[in-house]
């Protein structure tokens, strides 16, 4: 353990360099190092805060949660109100020139006086919340509350990653209050749901919902759970800073330099054309951006000035909100539909009466799933909300309730297909614990067919070289390729005339497909793209089975015999096997002459290797050996070859120009092999089998 002035030092560079990883990470989304060198940082931080409770802080990015719920949020007066902004209601550009009249008006300037400046901002669509720094340290978090007096949420506002506990500033203002937003972003959101769903636990709304949520739960570890977002906006009280910003957007810019987020989307120029400049181009950006927004936002940039307009009814004259027109409308559902998507998922989708949402005519919207549409409860002939929000696919976001006598029956998916895939008519399968419906017809389904030629074709599959996207949806729409046997029956004539496809490049392809012939069981169970089956699961079913038809026979309880095979993965072979289609096309491809070698099985077990079991991380460029021809050997010796080193890492092979990943090794005392001594691992291994 360092002496106590090394261990304040070091304390003290964990925590700058940590938080300078959020910052990269959460803000810029860029992160400098990989997940497990941070949480290296992060736990020493936490060792030695352990062991010198006297220099524990509040700054401490391992302070960020940790506290107890609470009974109640105590309340806090904002010294300096927290005031809501007027809105204007022309939602077309123009509305921006009224705000410049009013403005002018007020400043009492004529039509000769010069433009006067503006910045323009986003209108973050969250909750607002005020965050003091004493000497530039996080005190405190309130909420808006009635502007006078709003909730102290500090415990809830600390677990928000992206957010400085410390400022970034060597003399950093006595008192500074920020004022800001927290959100989610639309990513973040759908991710938390979609991770809340495979768990069958509840969903957030929206992104809105679900920020404002967050910060008002008394327990801090729901908030830390809960992916959060803060954009800073506007200062409060402020003491002790000698050369503020003068301006709004010198203000935003300091802020940034403090370490806070604030928006890329912000300008400051002369007059109502800036203004109307920066409504019309965020009108064309706000479905990209990585949030929601509810319009935009226009101060008058000279903070002076600002002073001079003050505030009429509890709003500032100087600040107005300008919103856009509305992305979602109503309109009547006309039918579901269900797609099949390129890996089988079966999609609901509602067929509306067109509307115009958001600039475009809709006549289609998702309803991801069957849940989703009875937890709505969507029904054929119902009113419905319809939201556009970007690029993304419109969605049905609710049932407008019209009072109607008799609706038509709640969706049933299963009930609907009678049970099979529209496009192909195989069996349709719902696991456990997943909410998607899905076609069994695999390799049979044209919906499923590209992607399973892509599969079947890939490098680790059956690796013919030539058969690449483009050429695949070539093959796939020319009905070339029907069933993944066709494959094998293109010729050079055939694939000659082709678009962009000369006579060389026909013979190579040929070639290709030709040399494929001669493959691996598990290279072919695996090409096979069975559900839930990789390459280490068709690996080790080759391996327990020794054939292919004691694969296809095995029965649910045999195929769980299989290391790493639970009742999930069982089901889904078995099921794939008991399509007739695939049993077809496996004996179409046997007739092609596709062949392996079969082996002798070794029931119940994965592999047979002297590694059998060990972890390698490879870290470096090898002098002989590429990367996936070392994992292959090590996999090949019954060896596993991941991402990171940690405790479980047996073995790391460092070439030239190693990562962190050979400190990490030492730290942890994990064995470091170079080339020649990985060679003689595997020499020996091959010399014992
Ligand atoms: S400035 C005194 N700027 O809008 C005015 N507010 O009605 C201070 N909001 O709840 C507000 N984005 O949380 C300002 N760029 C922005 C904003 C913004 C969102 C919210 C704010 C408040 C409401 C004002």
């Not at 705000?99 to 008006?105: G, L, P, Q, T, Y």
């Not at 000279?302 to 500032?316: I, K, M, S, T, V």
């Not at 006549?363 to 690029?391: F, P």
């Amino acid at each position: 353990m360092p002496k106590a002035e090394d261990a304040a030092a070091r304390i003290a560079r964990l925590r700058a360099d940590i938080a300078q990883c959020d910052r990269a990470y959460y803000q810029l989304d860029a992160p400098l190092i990989p997940d497990a060198e941070y949480d290296a940082l992060y736990r020493e931080l936490q060792a030695l805060e352990a062991a010198h409770p006297d220099l524990r802080a509040p700054d401490s990015p391992t302070q960020r949660v940790g506290a107890a719920p609470l009974p109640a949020f105590e309340p806090v007066r904002h010294r300096v109100p927290m005031l809501s902004i007027q809105t204007e209601t022309d939602t077309s550009p123009k509305g921006a020139e009224a705000f410049d009249h009013r403005v002018r008006a007020r400043l009492g300037l004529d039509a000769v006086d010069p433009p006067v400046v503006y910045q323009a901002e986003l209108k973050f669509d969250g909750l607002a919340v005020s965050l003091r720094y004493e000497y530039g340290v996080l005190t405190q978090a309130a909420t808006r509350g009635d502007g006078e007096t709003g909730e102290d949420v500090t415990q809830n506002v600390r677990t928000i990653r992206g957010l400085p506990l410390r400022l970034l500033a060597e003399q950093p203002p006595a008192v500074l209050e920020v004022r800001g937003e927290v959100l989610m972003k639309r990513a973040d959101f759908e991710r938390y749901n979609a991770r809340q769903r495979a768990k069958g636990q509840p969903t957030l709304v929206n992104p809105r919902n679900g920020a404002a949520g967050s910060i008002r739960q008394l327990d801090p570890t729901v908030a830390a759970q809960r992916p959060l977002s803060f954009y800073a906006y506007g200062w409060g009280e402020v003491e002790g800073w000698e050369d503020r910003p003068t301006t709004q957007h010198g203000m935003l810019d300091a802020f940034a330099a403090f370490g806070f987020p604030v928006a890329a989307q912000r300008v400051h120029g002369p007059g109502a054309q800036t203004l109307m400049a920066f409504h019309a181009r965020i009108a064309r950006e706000r479905d990209e951006l990585p949030f929601d927004i509810d319009g935009v936002v226009y101060k008058v940039d000279r903070l002076a000035l600002q002073r001079d307009l003050g505030f009429r009814n509890r709003e500032p004259v100087w600040a107005v909100a300008h919103k856009y027109p509305a992305q979602e409308r109503s309109t009547q559902v006309l039918g579901i539909d269900i797609q099949v998507g390129r890996t089988g998922k079966l999609t609901p989708v509602a067929k509306l009466e067109p509307v115009f949402v958001g600039g475009v005519t809709v006549t289609n919207a998702t309803l991801h799933n069957e849940d989703e549409v009875r937890r709505k409860d969507v029904r054929i002939g119902d009113r419905v909300v319809v939201r556009r929000a970007g690029d993304v696919i419109p969605e049905v976001v609710a049932v407008v309730p019209d009072g109607r006598a008799t609706r038509a029956d709640p969706f049933d998916l299963h009930a609907r297909l009678g049970g099979v895939c529209p496009v192909c008519g195989s069996a349709i399968h719902r696991e456990p614990g997943e909410v998607d419906w899905r076609c069994t017809g695999g390799l049979y389904c044209p919906a499923q067919r590209k992607q399973a030629v892509l599969h079947f074709a890939s490098r680790r599959a059956m690796d013919i070289e030539g058969l690449g996207e483009q050429r695949v949806d070539q093959l796939v729409d020319g009905g070339l390729v029907r069933v993944l046997p066709d494959i094998f029956s293109l010729d050079a004539a055939r694939l000659a005339a082709l678009d962009r496809m000369g006579g060389k490049s026909a013979a190579k392809l040929v070639a290709a497909i030709d040399a494929s012939r001669a493959t691996t069981l598990a290279r072919l169970i695996y090409a096979l793209g069975i559900r839930h089956v990789g390459e280490a699961t068709a690996r080790d079913l080759a391996r327990h089975f020794g054939s292919l038809d004691a694969l296809m026979e095995a029965p649910v309880g045999a195929l769980e015999a299989v290391p790493d095979v639970g009742p999930v993965v069982a089901e889904s072979i078995r099921l794939f096997f008991e399509q007739t289609h695939n049993r077809e096309v496996l004996a179409q491809l046997r007739a092609a002459d596709v062949h392996w070698r079969e082996q002798a099985s070794v029931p119940g077990q994965g592999g047979t290797g002297v590694l059998e079991g060990r972890v390698f991380v490879l870290t470096g460029t090898l002098p002989h050996l590429g990367r996936d021809d070392v994992k292959a050997r090590i996999e090949a010796a019954g060896g596993r070859v991941t991402g990171s080193v940690s405790k479980k890492t047996d073995f790391v092979v460092a070439g030239a120009e190693p990562g962190s990943k050979l400190a990490r090794a030492m730290e942890l005392g994990v064995t470091v092999l170079d080339e020649a001594a990985l060679m003689e691992l595997l020499g020996s291994v091959g010399s014992q089998q």
